[in-house]
């Protein structure tokens, strides 16, 4: 549930009118994947990945378990129909992900000497700009440029993966799939009576006191 929307929880709409068999078979899906699961990357990657995740998308530490956003992406990339297009500087996506992980690595352990996970979260993060701004260039990219991976696969995939799971759609007060109810009032500062009423900001406030207590 949310400070910003208290009491609300998108799964309470699993078995009403709001979601078909469909929906709910997709949504159960995501429900059951498990913050270890994985199978896509080996065991030196998938560290590389979760560190990198923890630094692109941070948790609320009383979130447990926390979204999936690494194993997520290993099941897209494992399983997934793809995107169906790419941008034509990137090979396909799981190729494109396997070889940013190893030149991050690479990359880690030029500028450190020590393996990416192992660095403090600044020195993550001073990494990761790097990236986005075009200015690593050790040979383990083999000519894939760092700045389009980052813009066009890095945040890409793993923004979309987060709010692609029921944890976050409580934290925005999204009421997930509309199949096949769907959205009707789609005005300016409108909402269909089985959506999530935002809190006031004071409420707000309140309401992070009291879990800050109950925990």
């Known amino acids: 549930m949310s400070d910003r929307y208290p009491g609300y929880d998108v799964l309470a709409k699993r078995d009403g009118p ?4 469909q929906t709910r078979a997709v949504v159960d899906r995501r429900l059951a994947v498990g913050v270890e699961d994985h199978r896509f ?17 941070p948790q609320p530490p009383e979130r447990d378990p926390p979204v999936p956003v ?25 190729i494109a992900w ?17 393996s990416f996970p192992e660095l403090a979260p600044g020195e993550q993060d001073a990494l990761l700009r790097d990236m986005q701004e075009g200015r690593l260039a050790d040979p383990a990219w083999q000519g894939m440029p760092p700045q389009t991976f980052f813009s066009a696969r890095l945040m890409y995939d793993l ?12 934290e925005i007060g999204f009421g997930g799939p509309a199949s096949p109810r769907g959205y009707v009032r789609m005005g300016f500062d409108r909402r269909d009576p089985w959506e999530a009423a935002e809190a006031a900001p004071g ?8 879990n800050r207590h109950v925990r």
Do not use: M
Request: with cysteine; charged share 30%; glycine share 6%.
């Open 18 to 21: 709001s979601w078909n068999d």
């Open 41 to 57: 990357f080996a065991e030196a990657e998938w560290r590389t990945l979760r560190a990198l995740c923890d630094r692109i998308l």
């Open 70 to 94: 690494a194993a997520l992406l290993d099941l897209r990339l494992r399983d997934g129909p793809g995107d169906g297009y790419r941008d034509v500087a990137l090979p396909a996506a799981g």
């Open 98 to 114: 396997k070889r940013a992980l190893a030149a991050l690595e690479a990359e880690s352990r030029r500028a450190h000497g020590r």
């Open 159 to 170: 923004v979309s993966l987060y709010y692609s799971h029921p944890a976050a759609w409580n």
């Open 203 to 210: 409420e707000q406030d309140a309401a992070r006191r009291e």
